[in-house]
């Protein structure tokens, strides 16, 4: 239903279509080296500095698009989920073994992160005219911005991608047979999204997340999903777990086997979950 002062649906997804074009269109999708796949380019193309803010936050919308509006997520997915990786590389950290990084050496420049990347092989970054070679810059810019997008992204994405099979953006998969198990490895264990089979499912924290190391158990027609709830407060309290889902599902939701209630994925509905001290396991089952 359109609302009185706001474009009609149409012209929203027409808008939606075309920024994604824009943003598909300045970002490498074609060359497979870490600084080029999924970062940002701008009027220069691939030939001047890389991997930006932009290249993560950008990366954000495109994923974004994939779980939410595409009507073929797979390479959607794969485009955002290497946007979100991109950006990563400009951080300089190691080991004592390692000198603390490899692009600037020293315990002083451990965790460190540089603003952008030079791809040449030797140029002039653009503050104060420096000249560099190939690698991450001396300084750190806005590459804050771009990994606060950056662990908006990050999630689990559990699907069945035509050029790879069965696989875990963001997880490890430790069983492929059903039910499968995944651990999530993306960072934050806060999100869960399962594309299978013409299904969808989504599990998303507001505070706390899965518990580390320990696999999520989904049968492959997403009838039933069992986890443990990672208590990251380490007091009992409560927290909200938000559920959704592609088409009209109902599951039933349980915490250390007892019921909660029972939710209406097309709606989007928050589970209200007890956590104790040592976290709480949960199952869903569709009713």
């Not at 009609?8 to 939606?16: I, K, S, T, Y």
């Not at 653009?126 to 990994?147: A, H, P, Q, T």
């Not at 934050?188 to 158990?217: C, E, M």
């Amino acid at each position: 239903m359109d609302h009185p002062g706001i474009a009609p649906r149409e012209a929203v997804e027409a808008f939606l279509e075309n920024e994604t074009r824009i943003n598909i269109g300045s970002r490498g999708w074609l060359e497979p080296a870490y600084y080029w796949l999924g970062s940002d380019y701008r009027g220069s193309g691939n030939g001047n500095y890389l991997l930006s803010y932009m290249a993560q936050m950008g990366g954000w919308a495109v994923e974004d698009y994939a779980l939410n509006y595409a009507k073929i997520a797979a390479p959607y997915l794969r485009l955002g989920y290497a946007s979100y990786l991109s950006s990563w590389a400009l951080v300089n950290s190691g080991t004592a073994e390692s000198n603390y990084g490899y692009w600037y050496p020293g315990k002083e420049n451990d965790g460190a992160a540089g603003g952008g990347f030079e791809v040449r092989p030797w140029g002039r970054a653009w503050l104060g005219n420096k000249e560099m070679g190939r690698g991450s810059w001396w300084y750190s810019g806005e590459i804050d911005l771009g990994f606060n997008g950056a662990l908006r992204t990050a999630d689990t994405v559990v699907t069945d991608d035509p050029l790879f099979g069965l696989i875990a953006y963001g997880g490890e998969l430790t069983k492929r047979n059903t039910p499968l198990q995944v651990i999530p490895k993306d960072g934050l264990r806060a999100r869960l999204h399962v594309l299978l089979n013409g299904r969808k499912l989504s599990l998303v924290f507001d505070h706390d997340g899965f518990a580390r190391g320990q696999p999520i158990t989904v049968d492959d027609s997403l009838a039933r999903v069992a986890f443990k709830v990672e208590n990251r407060s380490r007091e009992a309290h409560r927290t909200q777990l938000e559920i959704t889902g592609a088409g009209a599902a109902s599951y039933e939701v349980t915490a250390d086997k007892q019921r909660l209630q029972t939710v209406q994925t097309a709606s989007g509905m928050r589970v209200d979950i007890p956590v104790s001290a040592g976290g709480t396991s949960v199952t869903l089952a569709r009713r």
